[in-house]
């Protein structure tokens, strides 16, 4: 019997701690595949956020660093600074990245700082157990927000990529989804774009991707992805918002 | 031996680069700013990084981040900005790292003051972080010394793996001394075989963490960790002892106050005064052994803790002593460094 | 025996520097010494002053709260420094910013306008090198000699710096009252 379909070398044979339909599986993978197909798994280190990919030090194969909320641009930095050869990632959440860690992002992309951010909005906090996000879409229920995000009070979401897009140090910032197999196809490419971005030295990379959470949203896995097409698409639309061909570095 | 004169601030950072730092990541604050300035001058030219962070906050953990790849990173800043850095010692402490943290102390709470202070004592020495963890805090006294002990510093973290911090003040940072580099051996990085460094598809990947849901898991690693500061506890500390062999006085002063009680003793034993120093040169561990046989001789009448602060290391040495003979304070703070007259008086009239 | 000195003027008028050449002159005598700034709001413009210590035992404190010698060239320093000076201490100051009545009959308290001899002599900002050279004519501190040394090695081999201090250094030696 042949092998038609092989779990990517890029994951470690462990079963994860996601939740059901929780689409962090799918991007581990995509960042796994990627890795691999450019055969940088001996040179690449992560950085894992606090949040639910917390534990995403267990589930990569490449060497990994578990960095404070927040945080993991500033120690990406510091790590590519040290092994500028190396392939440096985080993989961060929405609260992680756009909440308590934002200036480190900011900075980390105004710099320039050639590293690659998979960033996962889901528009909710998800290890602690569903309360707003700095992505919670307006009249979205969580547990900080019972009566739905009201934004006179806890003002509007974020749009990421859109802001980070504004930045000179930006090279590349691409919004994508996993809610179908369109679009974890176009992720897929995008992620591993945003790593050929960095073996070529163009500078920052960020690829959002949009996903979903089955538990803290309330819903069956295949509601919250049709919740997701229908609510967070409209606010948080896919694309390219920028693409700087020849990369941001003068000198790279 | 040919010396130059060089401000403490400077001289940090040439001898962190003599010992083979050559990743600086700060951010700008009074009065250690100058170490900053110098590190962008010097660094780009040896291929090295210097940047300047959005934040104290930024700043620490890109120093984790130079760390966890295995080699040596340093950051700097005064009072106010090491506690926003207190986050990412806890987790560099957590994670096993080793690393170097300047402290040019100034006057607190709060935004406090820019003048000379020792009153983050306490903060270094007991509480850098949440958690239980420790840094090996060097308390130089004289620019020569702050060119030795940012080289201990690193070889001391390396050891123990753990975060270590130069304990210095305003004074310290902005005074010129002439100062040697002779004595500085050459650094031979050593084998860091726990690096997140790309693991070249030879090895297991490595993992820097400090996350431990099991509780026992977590408990194990403290006590694993606290096994290593144990034994820098007994093997690290370290002191000077000035006069202190026929002293009935014995003061006890780090960094910028051990200067001027230096000079406050020479003034009060022209008196026939007999009064003696110890200088704690490192803060963790504190060197209590410098206090073995004071705390039992009859003829040591007193312990005055010259500190330019609230009373911290006070403490310290009150446990030291076992509380076997009196201590007193003789201390300043809001930035104010003693006088040779006001620590002279104080031992003349403890002598009376 | 310890010498120590203050240094006490305005922001801008080179305290620093002038400080730094006996500093340096110190080391270039193998002496042990320590040079301590004032430093904060004062270098924007406010008061500057700075402390050397030279002995041939290591210095203990550096803090010079009574110097033996003090060179001030503006009037809130000497009126802020001049009841501190140690008795049998030397004042160098300058006269022609500085009106010195002071009741002290225990220290030596010596006047040079040395503003206005840096003006009459094409030597704007020289006021504190003619100063200098005053004060080493007056003390024991250390030689003109080394103290051209000092001068010459801190100006790195720009040539018009050096020639114009050495021309201020020697109008303020050779200034008589």
């Known amino acids: 019997m042949s092998i038609v379909f092989q779990k990517t070398k890029g994951l470690t044979d462990v079963p994860t701690h996601y939740c059901p339909g929780c689409t962090h599986g799918i991007v581990h993978r995509l960042v796994g595949e990627a890795l691999e197909e450019l055969d940088v798994l001996g040179d690449a280190v992560g950085v894992a956020p606090v949040g639910c990919s917390v534990m995403a030090y267990n589930y990569f194969t ?52 050639n590293i690659t951010i998979i960033f996962i909005n889901n528009a909710i906090y998800g290890m602690t157990g569903g309360q707003m996000a700095p992505t919670t879409l307006p009249g979205q229920v969580t547990q900080t927000t019972p009566y739905g995000r009201d934004t006179d009070t806890a003002g509007y979401p974020i749009r990421v990529c859109e802001m980070l897009s504004t930045l000179d140090g930006v090279a590349y910032a691409e919004r994508v989804s996993v809610n179908n197999i369109k679009n974890i196809t176009r992720a897929k490419a995008a992620i591993k774009k945003g790593f050929e971005n960095q073996i070529a030295k163009k500078g920052f990379s960020i690829i959002e991707v949009v996903s979903s959470c089955p538990t803290n949203w309330g819903m069956t896995p295949s509601e919250a992805l049709k919740w997701l097409d229908e609510n967070m698409l409209s606010y948080y639309p896919l694309g390219v918002y920028k693409d700087v061909a020849e990369g941001v570095k003068h000198n790279a | 031996m040919s010396k130059v004169l060089m401000k403490g601030n400077e001289a940090i950072g040439e001898a962190a680069i003599y010992a083979g730092c050559k990743h600086f990541f700060g951010y700008p604050i009074t009065p250690q700013t100058e170490l900053s300035a110098y590190m962008s001058k010097k660094l780009p030219k040896i291929g090295g990084t210097f940047l300047q962070a959005e934040s104290e906050v930024a700043a620490i953990n890109m120093v984790m981040g130079a760390a966890s790849a295995g080699i040596r990173a340093m950051t700097s800043s005064s009072s106010p900005g090491i506690s926003l850095k207190t986050e990412g010692i806890s987790y560099i402490a957590g994670c096993d790292l080793p690393c170097l943290i300047i402290n040019v102390q100034r006057g607190g709470p709060g935004l406090g003051g820019i003048q000379p202070s020792q009153s983050d004592y306490n903060q270094a020495t007991k509480a850098p972080g949440h958690g239980d963890l420790h840094l090996a805090v060097f308390a130089p006294a004289s620019v020569q010394e702050m060119v030795s002990f940012v080289c201990d510093a690193f070889d001391t973290a390396e050891k123990y793996r753990m975060p270590a911090m130069l304990l210095a003040d305003g004074l310290l940072g902005q005074m010129m001394e002439p100062v040697s580099f002779d004595d500085v051996k050459a650094y031979t990085p050593a084998e860091k075989p726990w690096a997140a460094n790309g693991h070249k598809n030879r090895r297991p990947h490595n993992i820097i963490n400090s996350l431990y849901l099991k509780p026992e898991e977590l408990e194990r690693t403290n006590f694993e960790r606290f096994e290593r500061y144990a034994d820098l506890c007994k093997n690290g500390q370290r002191y000077e002892a000035y006069m202190t062999e026929d002293a009935e006085h014995i003061i006890v002063a780090f960094g910028i106050a051990s200067r001027v009680a230096k000079s406050a003793i020479s003034e009060a034993r022209k008196q026939g005064v007999k009064v003696g120093l110890i200088r704690p040169q490192t803060l963790y561990p504190f060197p209590v052994s410098a206090f073995d046989t004071i705390k039992d001789d009859p003829k040591v009448k007193r312990i005055m803790s010259v500190e330019l602060n609230m009373g911290q290391m006070i403490n310290d040495i009150k446990l030291a002593v076992e509380c076997k003979k009196p201590v007193e304070l003789i201390n300043r703070t809001g930035g104010i460094v003693p006088s040779v007259k006001e620590v002279y008086d104080r031992i003349m009239e403890a002598n009376k | 025996m310890l010498k120590d000195i203050l240094f006490a003027g305005f922001g801008g008028q080179g ?53 033996r010698y003090l060179m001030v060239l503006n009037a809130p320093s000497y009126d802020k420094f001049i009841n501190l000076v140690q008795p049998g201490g030397t004042v160098i100051y300058d006269s022609s910013l500085i009106n010195a009545d002071t009741e002290r009959s225990d220290i030596d308290v010596f006047g040079i306008p040395a503003t206005r001899m840096a003006n009459d002599n094409d030597l704007k900002g020289g006021a504190n090198i003619i100063a200098l050279g005053y004060m080493i004519k007056k003390t024991d501190i250390l030689s003109l000699d080394i103290i051209k040394t000092s001068i010459e090695k801190m100006s790195k081999g720009r040539q018009q710096l050096i020639a114009n201090n050495f021309r201020a250094l020697q109008l303020g030696y050779e200034y008589s009252e």
Not at chain 1, 84 to 110: C, K, M, R, S
Not at chain 3, 31 to 43: A, N
Request: net charge negative.
């Open chain 3, 15 to 67: 305290i620093q520097f002038c400080s730094k050449v006996v500093a340096n002159a110190a080391l270039l005598e193998n002496k042990e010494l320590s040079w301590l700034p004032s430093y904060g709001p004062e270098m924007r413009g406010g008061t500057s002053n700075c402390a050397v210590c030279i002995d041939d035992e290591p210095i203990a404190s550096p803090l010079v709260s009574s110097p």
């Open chain 1, 62 to 113: 490449c060497d990994m660093v578990q960095a404070a909320h927040g945080r993991a641009p500033a120690v990406a930095t510091g790590l590519k600074r040290a092994l500028p050869d190396n392939v440096i990632f985080t993989y961060q959440g929405d609260g992680d990245l756009a909440a308590i860690g934002t200036a480190e992002t900011v900075h980390a992309a105004t710099r320039g700082e």
